[in-house]
């Protein structure tokens, strides 16, 4: 698994998460593969974005049965689109990228809920993200 480049710095790699977060938002709402939006863009992914976006993909499936079942009732299917990104992509990470720590990894996802969707959104997220991560990485303190 790829992960972040350590020479980066924290807004890059806030940017390398917010490409990999348009791009599993586009996928989703034009209904299309992750493979073959991949394969139309025009510049070169960065390594983390490619496996945040491919990886999210791959999972998919086990990450929303996940997402369901901490979300209280609240369909995954239900969540706004933008927000399923986020909570995926996150989950993905969490759960595949244990070098980064799970702080960072749910504060970028809260950052980018307040950037791209709403407050309440943004707290949703942290919420669950915190429920996802007691699951996937039990041993450390989100």
């Known amino acids: ?9 924290g807004s890059q790699r806030h940017q390398v998460r917010e490409r990999a977060l348009g791009l599993l ?5 034009k209904g ?26 791959y999972h ?17 299917s239900r969540m706004p689109a933008l ?10 990470e969490l759960s595949h990228s244990t070098d980064i720590p799970v702080a960072v990894v749910i504060n970028e996802a809260v950052e980018l809920a307040h950037e791209y969707s709403t407050p309440a959104s943004a707290g949703f997220i942290n919420g669950l993200l ?3 991560a007691s699951v996937v990485r ?3 303190d989100g």
């Open 138 to 140: 039990p041993s450390e």
């Open 32 to 57: 299309v593969e992750m493979a073959e939006l991949l394969a139309a863009q025009e510049l070169p992914l960065e390594p983390y974005a490619h496996t945040l976006v491919t990886g999210t993909a």
């Open 60 to 76: 998919q499936g086990d990450i929303d049965t996940c997402l369901e079942e901490l979300s209280d009732r609240w369909p995954v």
């Open 83 to 92: 927000d399923r990104a986020i909570l995926r992509m996150a989950s993905f």
């Open 130 to 132: 915190s429920q996802v």
């Open 25 to 29: 938002y586009e996928a989703e709402v």
């Open 1 to 9: 698994m790829t992960t972040p480049d350590p020479l980066v710095s």
